[in-house]
């Protein structure tokens, strides 16, 4: 049966008011549907925002969105740390001391590896500056982009790294 070209173009303008509502995630985002890089568990019951962000690592990683699961990595990584800092009441340590900002990554890692009131393991020791080299290209380097093997390659690493910082911050 021939299409009316009027008819199609009101059909088409009429599902592209519709699709979004019914094509796009809700505010909230969706569950990832696997937990190849952080067990669920292992995050449950912490907080939403780190809840949240250990989902956005799992799902960027299920949809191929390298870089983004790297930055992802590296912002849970950051929370964790800046968490761990604030059990133990020692957020001065990775304070600017005049405006009160939190320090960059590279700084929080340093201080992480070198503070004496908890001892890291070794792999977490070994695991850290490696996943802050992997977040910082994937969110800063212009001509860098992730691919699966990058990822795969931390995932032991950043398993263990937040595993331990989520001790630590006693957040488990």
Same mark, same amino acid.
């Given at each position: ?15 592209? !008011? ?9 505010s909230?985002?969706?569950?990832a ?9 292992m ?6 925002y780190?809840?949240?962000?250990a ?21 849970l ?6 968490e ?7 957020t ?9 900002d939190?320090?960059?990554?590279g ?8 503070e004496?009131t ?8 070994? !695991? ?7 977040g ?5 380097s ?14 032991d ?5 937040c ?7 006693k957040?488990?």
């Open positions: 049966m021939p299409v009316n070209a009027r008819d199609a173009l009101a059909l088409a303008k009429k599902l592209k !008011g519709s699709a979004p509502k019914s094509f796009v995630a809700p909230e985002g969706i569950r549907a696997s937990e190849f890089i952080l067990p669920h568990a995050i449950f019951g912490t907080t939403g780190i809840e949240r962000v989902n956005q690592v799992n799902g960027c990683y299920e949809k191929g969105w390298y870089d983004g699961c790297a930055v992802m990595m590296r912002r990584v950051e929370t964790l740390i800046i761990c800092f604030e059990e133990h009441n020692i001065h340590k990775i304070q600017n001391p005049t405006s009160g939190y320090f960059y990554l700084a929080l890692v340093d201080a992480t590896l070198n004496k908890w001892v890291l393991g070794r792999n977490a020791k070994k !695991g850290l500056p490696r996943l802050k080299g992997i910082d290209k994937s969110a800063h212009r001509r860098f982009n992730a691919y699966r093997a990058d990822i795969d390659n931390l995932s690493d950043f398993r263990t790294v595993q331990e910082l989520l001790y630590i911050a957040l488990k």
